[in-house]
């Protein structure tokens, strides 16, 4: 039997192995080593212009528009034609990309600059696979393994130029531009000392010149920059076409069948004690928080007891929308299985609307914080996932995940418009200068550390009930705590926020 299996283990082998010496396999990584390879380098030559030491520039939407190029060249590289739902996967690239070059906020810019990363992949996925019958569970593990795979097809990248450097030996193909890649990067290797020599004496040679690549391009020569351009360029490459070439192969199982075998009665058990938990706290919520009735723990005022608590009961929301999911898809159906699960989503709600309830009153006490925008946006979003994860439990073949998508982009999409910084220091500045709260904590210490996007209001508005030594010593802070970002930036590193924040800053140089 072992002998049969190892038998059986190099027969596949050898099947892989002919298949990659067939005439049709070694024709298709010339082609993709030609033409993606090609495409692949002025992709990461341009990403690299927009990227290096800028991601928060104006260059980022032209990267978005040159990053859906590709793609779209890529795919027609094997023949994939473009579905028309994934104009939407594009659109919010280009919008994530357009929000980078607006905003300071950081933590705006690394959820745009991650969120622009999952949805290259999704938008790949969506035209290459057909996943009208994939589910939450199994979208998101198709786009890990996506990226995992791509990690993987630097292999393949390895064997297309092996290919290459055999045709072009052979002088194989007379309708193929043969050895073009090889020239296109020979001359790379030669321009890139001799371009860096003759823009060294250009620059000492002409003062405008010099203005114009240093100043306003932000492209510093030295060995240090060198080399960062080098690997940013190689990254770009690499990635690129290592991403292209792994969804060139489709390693992917696109068929996917929804395995609901486990036995109801173990959730059922679960969930009934869950239940009954969650159906207490709810009548608790309503009884002493939204009626005001009953008397709260000893010590407690109502207030502070409702002030507490809105981080815990988001984190349980989070675990019910996860538990409610899972369970739907891995166990039988069962009719009392869909009840509980109903019983625990609209005690979710509850738990929403308390959270909610219970942040209000908070704020008012003390203010917004970034974090209190994100509980805010956060709770908004899963009101509206529960809506339709309550219609799945009924409806198994209702399109969650692609749903979540859309709802999670739009909202995301608002907030960061939106610049939470801006109305963080609009709202904190009137609240405080009001006379109904004057005599509530007015944290002018939070105001300096936030992005630039605050800047403008910041900058117009005067603190009431303070003297104007110390609203002078708060608009210094701020501003000198935000000027490494919106000093010395370049034309190519331009950025609205900064612009804003640089000429609100003027009388605090």
């Known amino acids: 039997m072992n002998t049969y299996m190892t038998d059986n283990n190099n027969f596949q082998n050898m099947q892989v192995i002919d298949e990659e010496n067939t005439p049709e396999m070694r024709y298709f990584r010339l082609r993709m080593a030609t033409h993606l390879g090609a495409a692949s380098l002025i992709y990461a030559a341009f990403a690299t212009f927009c990227l290096y030491k800028n991601l928060s520039g104006v260059t980022m939407p032209f990267f978005g528009i040159a990053t859906l190029i590709y793609m779209i060249y890529g795919l027609r590289q094997y023949d994939v034609k473009l579905k028309r739902t994934s104009w939407f996967i594009g659109y ?92 296109i990067l020979l001359g790379l290797l030669i321009a890139v000392p001799l371009v860096s020599i003759l823009i060294l004496l250009l620059s000492q040679a002409d003062r405008v010149f010099g203005e114009l690549l240093f100043k306003y391009l932000s492209f510093d020569i030295d060995i240090r920059s060198g080399i960062v351009i080098t690997l940013t360029f190689c990254t770009a490459f690499f990635a690129g076409y290592c ?21 109801p009665l173990v959730a059922i058990t679960v969930l009934s004690i869950v239940s009954v938990i969650y159906l207490l706290f709810s009548v608790i919520q309503i009884v002493y928080l939204f009626m005001g009735q009953g008397n709260p723990p000893e ?14 009961l988001l984190v349980v929301s989070l675990i019910n929308f996860v538990m409610v999911i899972f369970i739907n ?51 908004t979003v899963l009101t509206l996932l529960f809506a339709a994860v309550i219609v799945s439990i009924y409806k198994q073949d209702f399109p969650l995940f692609r749903y979540s998508i859309v709802v999670v982009s739009v909202l995301y999409i608002i907030i960061g418009y939106a610049r939470p ?3 963080i220091a ?7 200068n009001s006379v109904e709260t004057s005599g509530l904590v007015s944290d002018y210490e939070y105001l300096k550390t936030l992005s630039t996007d605050a800047a403008p209001v910041i900058a117009e508005t005067d603190f009431l009930f303070t003297d104007d ?13 935000c000027r490494y970002f919106y000093e010395n930036r370049s034309l190519r590193q331009f950025n609205i926020s900064a612009y804003m924040a640089e000429s609100s800053a003027e009388e605090y140089k």
Do not use: P
Not at 243 to 263: A, G, N, P, Q
Not at 299 to 312: K, S, V
Not at 469 to 481: H, I, L, M, N
């Open 426 to 432: 609009r709202y904190n500045l009137d609240q405080m």
């Open 299 to 312: 010590g407690y005022t109502y207030a502070q007891y409702a002030r507490e608590g809105f981080f815990q």
């Open 243 to 263: 991403m292209i070439r792994c969804f060139s192969k489709k390693t992917i199982k696109e068929e996917y069948d929804v395995k609901r075998d486990l036995e």
């Open 92 to 183: 919010v690239i280009m919008a994530l990309a357009v929000c980078n070059f607006m905003t300071g906020n950081s933590t705006i810019l690394f959820f745009n600059n991650v969120g622009i990363i999952f949805m290259i992949f999704l938008f790949m996925l969506h035209n290459v696979y057909d996943d009208s019958c994939w589910n939450f569970t199994k979208t998101l593990s198709a786009i890990f393994e996506a990226f995992v795979w791509s990690i993987a097809a630097l292999a393949d990248f390895a064997l297309d130029m092996r290919i290459l450097k055999q045709r072009s030996m052979e002088g194989y193909g007379k309708n193929i531009k043969k050895n073009y890649i090889k020239y």
């Open 329 to 379: 898809n891995r166990f039988r159906e069962n009719r009392v299985l869909k009840v509980l699960l109903t019983i625990i989503s609209l005690c979710t709600y509850i738990m929403i609307a308390s959270s909610a309830l219970r942040i209000k009153m908070y704020i008012d006490v003390y203010y917004l914080t970034e974090l209190r925008i994100w509980v805010i946006w956060g709770l």
């Open 469 to 481: 030594t110390f609203e002078e010593e708060v608009k210094e802070a701020y501003f000198r705590r």
């Open 421 to 423: 910084d801006y109305m």
